[in-house]
């Protein structure tokens, strides 16, 4: 058995297998490699089948999105490191290397990402990971190298191996024990987020993850649900809450998960002033959405929240009204202590 495993996901993405399976087939030799099927409609697992035989195929039985896709996938899978690598990546030459050596070298190492870059644009990182991601207190997400729209050019300016709070699910290495003692990706996310989330999780427990620079991936983002699409907006505006209310710390869930209700309410006004009638109204079924779960997600909590989960208090603070566009331009407050 080979030590890691890559496992594509896949609906619908016969051409994205086409054009970025050659390089993952060419540098991953370290690696077995899996195409896990979300019930495709199109030729996919057919042309996996004829055009890349030595590809492993699992099936499964309904479009589950991202989260249960891998979920319901990775029960078949029994390498003991994962790599989760969207249909959109392309890999680079010794990409496996660094990152099984980081899960040898360091136990506690449970999770890490790789320098993600723009297929388009490849001396620009990209919108989904970047150099590795944190949270505000608040819970918005942003990245090394990538602050809301703002995305730097790469001038080696994250070449360090660092810790990082969560890993993107794009290009997303995990070790097998760690994914089964969390019990895998929430189902009820379907997409957007559940990465962060498992990070979090992972965090509450101890764990570590990890940014590799010396990995290398190009990521083209959005094919297969961009950002115009208000189906997204609500995804991630829902998922979001779904999360906080899972991990933030009891004294501070209350008070955190109303101020973040209204800076939605803020966000669903600027759509309004851009026009995008369709957003704003996602921000609201997305709330809609939360208040359904919330019960649910209540008994969904563990039974540890650290309280130094955040890097910022505020991004949208720092971001909209300091004017600071780069990582580097923020007040480090993130601490594993």
């Known amino acids: 058995m080979k030590k890691i495993a890559v496992v594509i996901l896949n609906w619908n ?55 249960k896709g891998y979920n319901e996938a990775l029960k078949q899978v029994e390498e003991p490191y994962y790599a989760l690598v969207n249909s959109d990546i392309e890999v680079t030459k010794n990409w496996l290397a660094p990152i099984i050596a980081l899960f040898e070298n360091q136990p506690n190492t449970a ?3 790789p320098k993600l870059l723009d297929y388009k644009r490849k001396d620009y990182f990209e919108y989904a990971g970047a150099a590795g991601g944190f949270l505000d207190k608040f819970g918005y997400p942003y990245c090394r190298g990538r602050i809301f729209d703002t995305l730097e050019k790469d001038l ?4 360090t191996e660092t810790e990082v709070f969560w890993a993107t699910g794009a290009c997303f290495f995990i070790r097998k024990e760690v994914f089964r003692k969390l019990n895998g990706f929430d189902d009820d996310f379907f997409a957007h987020q559940e990465e962060i989330d498992l990070c979090w999780r992972a965090f509450n427990l ?51 998960i109303f101020f973040r209700l209204c800076l939605d309410g803020l966000a669903g006004i600027q759509f309004i002033l851009q026009g995008k009638f369709k957003h704003t109204w996602a921000i609201i079924e997305a709330h809609f959405g939360f208040y359904k779960r919330l019960p649910q997600y209540l008994k969904k909590r563990g039974n540890v929240q650290k309280h130094q989960y955040y890097h910022s208090k505020s991004i949208v603070w720092s971001y909209f009204i300091m004017k600071r566009k780069k990582f580097t331009d923020l007040e480090k407050r993130f601490t594993t202590n």
Do not use: W
């Not at 080696?156 to 070449?159: E, K, L, V």
């Open 111 to 113: 999770i890490i990402q």
């Open 206 to 256: 101890g764990f570590t993850a990890k940014y590799c620079p010396s990995s290398i991936v190009y990521h083209v983002g959005g094919a297969t649900l961009n950002e115009a699409n208000p189906k997204k907006t609500y995804l991630n505006f829902r998922n979001s809450l779904l999360m906080l209310t899972k991990n933030l710390p009891k004294g501070t869930l209350l008070k955190r």
């Open 156 to 159: 080696g300016q994250y070449n």
């Open 13 to 67: 993405g016969t051409e994205l297998l086409r054009q970025f399976l050659p390089s993952v087939i060419e540098f991953s030799t370290e690696a077995e490699i899996y195409v896990a099927d979300n019930a495709s409609t199109d030729d996919s697992v057919t042309v996996v089948q004829k055009e890349f035989p030595a590809i492993k195929i699992i099936q499964n039985t309904g479009n589950f999105g991202y989260a």
